[in-house]
């Protein structure tokens, strides 16, 4: 008999927030669409942001992605809940 049955148990923690299914689709196209870099979505909930393609890039091309990244999550923040009633970026 397992002692730990803890791990026979689904984890059905409630107080996860749900994906950023929407957030990611909407960063993935600003992305592209305002600055000209490729990413994609993944995952099982497709919430995770992808670097396309995957390739080693300068000091210089880190800091345009992040400023890049950060300006998409600025507009993401003033669009609230209205994110979730844009479509789906394509991947």
């Given amino acids: 008999k397992n ?10 923690n409630t107080s996860c927030p ?3 299914t929407a ?10 669409q305002k600055y000209n870099i ?4 993944d995952g099982f909930h497709d919430h995770v942001l992808v670097i396309k393609p995957p390739m080693v890039f300068s000091r210089a091309d ?4 992040v400023s890049s990244f950060e300006k998409a999550a ?6 609230g809940d209205s994110v979730q009633t844009m479509s789906k970026t394509p991947t």
């Fill in 18 to 20: 749900e994906p950023g």
């Fill in 38 to 41: 490729l990413t994609s979505i």
């Fill in 3 to 12: 002692k730990n049955n803890s791990n026979n148990k689904k984890n059905n």
């Fill in 62 to 65: 880190a800091d345009l992605f």
């Fill in 74 to 79: 600025q507009e993401l923040q003033l669009l």
């Fill in 23 to 32: 957030e990611a689709s909407f960063i993935c196209t600003v992305l592209k």
